[in-house]
């Protein structure tokens, strides 16, 4: 009786984690991921959805955020700001991608490999009005085009918006 039990708590926590998941894709294609609220942008191609489950975004690689720098201050504690005015660019393109996704409800669509070395989810992204974010990444200029095989599903509309972007010298496309 008792090892029946252990055997039945053992089963549960295993269906339970994403450790199940990796074992049989077809469960992880059942996870909940068509509808998940984004927590937080950590960067232009790595999003953090509620769970705390980390997400890339297959065939972006853009910009990480910079980290603050540390305060100066003069010998009476006042701030000595050397700063210039104008932000870069790379901050704004974390900026503008924020504002796309950060809190939004959106659904991921996975291709072949799931997750990466790290463990992280990789995923096409939706916006709540069907277009693919990682598209649209692309499209605007706001990061690189990073394409790995096999997940390589969308590899050629991928290429024709960086294409574009660049063509256009749209955000950081523009800098070259």
Do not use: C
Not at 11 to 31: C, D, G, I, Y
Not at 50 to 58: Q, T, W
Not at 125 to 149: C, F, H, T, W
């Amino acid at each position: 009786m008792r090892s029946s039990f252990a055997i039945f708590i053992f089963f549960f926590l295993l269906h339970q984690s994403s450790v199940w998941a990796e074992l049989n894709p077809l469960l992880e294609k059942t996870l909940k991921y068509d509808a998940v609220k984004v927590e937080r942008v950590l960067s232009v191609d790595t999003i953090l959805i509620s769970g705390e489950e980390r997400i890339m975004l297959i065939g972006v690689d853009g910009p990480r955020p910079k980290q603050k720098a540390e305060v100066k201050r003069d010998a009476h504690g006042f701030i000595i700001s050397d700063d210039d005015p104008t932000i870069p660019l790379d901050e704004e393109v974390v900026r503008a991608v924020k504002d796309m996704l950060e809190g939004k409800v959106v659904r991921l669509e996975f291709d072949v490999v799931r997750r990466n070395e790290d463990n992280v989810l990789l995923a096409y992204v939706y916006l709540p009005d069907g277009r693919m974010a990682n598209l649209e990444i692309l499209r605007q200029g706001y990061a690189n085009l990073k394409l790995r095989s096999p997940n390589l599903k969308y590899a050629d509309q991928f290429r024709s918006a960086y294409r574009e972007a660049r063509n256009d010298m749209r955000g950081l496309q523009g800098q070259w």
